[in-house]
């Protein structure tokens, strides 16, 4: 049985697969980028996860159009 089995699905557990997509975009953030916009954000009195989502969106774009870039490179 693999262990994948033996977990209940996201949504028995109250998460929607919205939620579960958008704290799985956040957690790609490197750590260290993230502690940095977590700090930022909360010197600026508006730390939220929308907040943080959008600067890990806007990372994970730019990582996108670096990938790009060095494929038609190589």
């Known amino acids: 049985m693999d262990s994948h089995d033996a977990s209940p699905p996201i949504t ?3 998460i ?5 997509s ?3 975009t956040i957690a790609a953030l490197p750590a260290e980028k993230f502690e940095e916009e977590i700090k ?3 010197q600026q009195g ?3 996860s929308s907040a943080v989502l ?3 969106k806007a990372h994970k774009r730019m990582q996108e159009r670096q990938e ?6 190589a």
């Open 22 to 24: 958008r704290c799985q």
């Open 40 to 42: 930022g954000h909360r």
């Open 46 to 48: 508006r730390l939220t």
């Open 54 to 56: 959008e600067t890990a």
């Open 16 to 20: 929607t697969h919205s939620d579960s």
């Open 12 to 14: 028995d557990l109250g």
């Open 68 to 73: 790009k870039r060095e494929a038609r490179e």
